[in-house]
């Protein structure tokens, strides 16, 4: 059985663009293979943040992926600083890592230019912890999104490199590509994300939720009721292929290039089936919240299983290296 790993940052609640993009997917991966799923701590403190609110945060968001069918029997879920040979990894990838390729990185292009004052050396090299994280647990799929394929790539020409100094150890990590479309906000126009304020999270309640679908962007050359649409433009038509079943989705595709239906009536079919496929999810949370002792038993257990393994791949590197111990 092949060995998946992926991480996310405990960036707090879940909303729908994380469920929808990634965890989902990560649920359905169980069935297939040896999964290692970590709440990537290391990587969060690149960025400003409250440091008084990342462990509630990480918590929070173990609890989430819990909820959303994370099973803690089927897959190892952990917090990345309570494995420390991440780290010492990630050192030792440092030294065949040439330091052009992390400058070439669009993704450290992006954040540089998000915190001109924090540019920081952690920024730069996340790739390398980044394929740390991986390889250490010598993961072969890695489930990606477009935008982090170009860290895959990286990840791959540093095991090369470590391979061709020390012998061939590691294998290279394949990006385990999703087909799911990409989430627009409710904007519509960028990337689901708390700091832009466009989310829906996962333990939002039905009232929220409906008041946040009804002032969504919709086709823009729906101007009147009557103005037929083209769903394919239509973010509100993207989501309802998550949540709504074929006769409710054809409903909507026929309604809106007709005009047949109004975008409200649309919104309201999307918000009664989001809210229906969330319900489960939040009761779920909530019993873990009445618990949370439960949830660090299950952080404290995964890490337990993820540092065995972590510590023997340590220990063969360190050999192959040279180190003395």
Same mark, same amino acid.
Request: hydrophobic share 40%; with cysteine.
């Given at each position: 059985?092949?060995?998946? %790993?992926?991480?996310?940052?405990?960036?707090?609640?879940?909303?729908?663009?994380?469920?929808?993009?990634?965890?989902?997917?990560?649920? &359905?991966?169980?069935?297939?293979?040896?999964? %290692?799923?970590?709440?990537?701590?290391?990587?969060?403190?690149?960025? +400003?943040?409250?440091?008084?609110? @990342?462990?509630?945060?990480?918590?929070?968001? &173990?609890?989430?992926?819990?909820?959303?069918?994370? /099973?803690?029997?089927?897959?190892?879920?952990?917090?990345?600083?309570?494995? #420390?040979?991440?780290?010492?990894?990630?050192?030792?990838?440092?030294?065949?890592?040439? %330091?052009?390729?992390?400058?070439?990185?669009?993704?450290?292009?992006?954040?540089?230019?998000?915190?001109?004052?924090?540019? =920081?050396?952690?920024?730069?090299?996340?790739?390398?912890?980044?394929?740390?994280?991986?390889?250490?647990?010598?993961?072969?799929?890695?489930?990606?999104?477009? $935008?982090?394929?170009?860290?895959?790539?990286?990840?791959?020409?540093?095991?090369?490199?470590?391979?061709?100094?020390?012998?061939?150890? %590691?294998?290279?990590?394949?990006? @385990?590509?999703?087909?799911?479309?990409?989430?627009?906000?409710?904007?519509?126009?960028?990337?689901?994300?708390?700091?832009?304020? =466009?989310?829906?999270?996962?333990?939002? +309640? /039905? +009232?929220?939720?409906?008041?946040?679908?009804?002032?969504?962007?919709?086709?823009?050359?729906?101007?009147?009721?009557?103005? #037929?649409?083209?769903? +394919?433009?239509? =973010?509100?038509?993207? @989501?309802?292929?998550?949540?709504? /079943?074929?006769?409710?989705?054809?409903?909507?595709?026929?309604?809106?290039?007709?005009?047949?239906?109004?975008?409200? $009536?649309?919104?309201?079919?999307?918000?009664?089936?989001?809210?229906?496929?969330?319900? #489960?999810?939040?009761?779920?949370?909530?019993?873990?919240?009445?618990?949370?002792?439960?949830?660090?038993?299950?952080?404290?257990?995964?890490?337990?299983?993820?540092?065995?393994? &972590?510590?023997?791949?340590?220990?063969?590197?360190? &050999?192959?290296?040279?180190?003395?111990?």
């Amino acid at each position: 059985m092949d060995t998946v %790993f992926s991480g996310i940052q405990p960036s707090g609640e879940l909303h729908l663009g994380n469920y929808l993009g990634a965890v989902r997917n990560w649920v &359905a991966l169980q069935d297939e293979y040896r999964c %290692f799923f970590c709440i990537v701590d290391y990587h969060a403190i690149t960025q +400003d943040y409250d440091p008084a609110a @990342l462990s509630k945060r990480t918590l929070e968001m &173990a609890g989430d992926l819990i909820a959303c069918g994370i /099973d803690p029997e089927r897959s190892v879920l952990f917090v990345q600083s309570s494995v #420390p040979e991440h780290l010492e990894l990630c050192w030792i990838l440092n030294t065949v890592t040439p %330091f052009g390729d992390l400058g070439r990185m669009t993704q450290f292009k992006d954040k540089a230019e998000k915190q001109v004052d924090n540019i =920081n050396a952690g920024l730069l090299n996340y790739p390398i912890l980044q394929t740390a994280d991986i390889i250490i647990y010598q993961a072969r799929l890695v489930p990606v999104g477009v $935008d982090q394929v170009q860290h895959i790539e990286l990840a791959r020409e540093i095991v090369r490199r470590f391979n061709a100094r020390w012998g061939e150890y %590691f294998p290279e990590p394949q990006a @385990l590509l999703s087909s799911t479309p990409k989430i627009l906000g409710l904007d519509g126009q960028a990337k689901m994300s708390k700091s832009i304020g =466009n989310t829906i999270a996962l333990g939002e +309640d /039905d +009232d929220s939720i409906r008041k946040k679908l009804a002032t969504a962007a919709t086709d823009p050359a729906r101007v009147r009721r009557k103005d #037929p649409g083209n769903p +394919d433009v239509c =973010n509100i038509h993207t @989501l309802h292929t998550f949540f709504s /079943d074929a006769e409710r989705i054809q409903w909507v595709r026929s309604g809106c290039t007709t005009a047949a239906i109004g975008c409200i $009536d649309c919104k309201g079919a999307l918000a009664d089936n989001v809210i229906a496929h969330l319900q #489960p999810i939040r009761e779920r949370k909530q019993q873990l919240q009445a618990n949370p002792e439960r949830v660090k038993e299950i952080l404290h257990e995964g890490a337990r299983k993820a540092r065995a393994i &972590a510590q023997r791949t340590i220990a063969e590197v360190r &050999a192959r290296v040279g180190l003395w111990s």
